[in-house]
Each structure stands twice: as C-alpha cells, then as structure tokens.
Nanobody, 123 residues
C-alpha cells in the first residue's frame, strides 16, 4: 500500500523553527519527484519546494527561499523540510506529495499525497 505520512508540525512563535518529516511506504522516494505544498484556510495549494528525482535539484517558492530547506534521506525513505525564521504568513497545513515522473507543475498532477500536518506561527 502506497502511503506518505507527514509529521513535525506544531505551534511556534514568529522567528522560530520546525522540521517536517515525510516518510514513504509502498514505494521508494529515491528517484521520485517530492514536493512540499501548503494550504492556508480559504486559499489554494502553494508549492513550497520540489526536489527532483533525477538530479536532486530543489526549487523553492520565492516566499520561502532562504528560510526553508528540503532534504532527502534514502536510507529512511524520507524527505524533510527544515523551516527557519517562520512568519505568521507561513501558517498552513503542510503536505508532502510525490510523483514518479518528477516535479509536476500543479498539485493535482502529483500521484501520492500525505494527510498533512498543521503548522501555526504566532506573531
């Protein structure tokens, strides 16, 4: 059974840090495009980052560039999102998504999704 499970969300004050984890089962993340999305109440999905399954390159949204870092651990079949200098505007449910064909343009093009983890940043 293919599954992605996120963890690590929580409540943090502005300027703080959190590290999200996304662990896969039923398939390998090693050669898969893996993205982090977030969705704030009443808003569309925003792609925060996407890691290529071929060369490992990572693209970040302008809104998080320099503050967020994604990394992959193939031994644990996991991808992480280190979030630093958090702002209230980062408050959202964060999802990891994966697709065997790489980083897709739209959220609905990713085949596999986790259940999401809530991140709340207070001012």
């Amino acid at each position: 059974q293919v599954q992605l499970v996120e963890s690590g969300g929580g409540f943090v004050q502005s300027g703080g840090s959190l590290r999200l984890s996304c662990v896969a089962s039923g398939f390998t993340l090693a050669y898969t495009g893996v993205a982090w999305f977030r969705q704030a109440p009443g808003k569309e999905y925003e792609k925060v980052s996407c890691m290529s399954g071929t060369d490992g390159s990572i693209a970040y949204a302008d809104s998080v560039e320099g503050r967020f870092t994604s990394a992959r651990d193939n031994t644990k079949n996991a991808v992480y999102l280190q979030m630093n200098s958090l702002k209230p505007g980062d408050t959202a449910v964060y999802f990891c998504a994966a697709d065997p064909y790489g980083c897709q343009s739209r959220a609905d093009e990713f085949d596999y999704w986790g259940q999401g983890t809530q991140v709340t940043v207070s001012s």
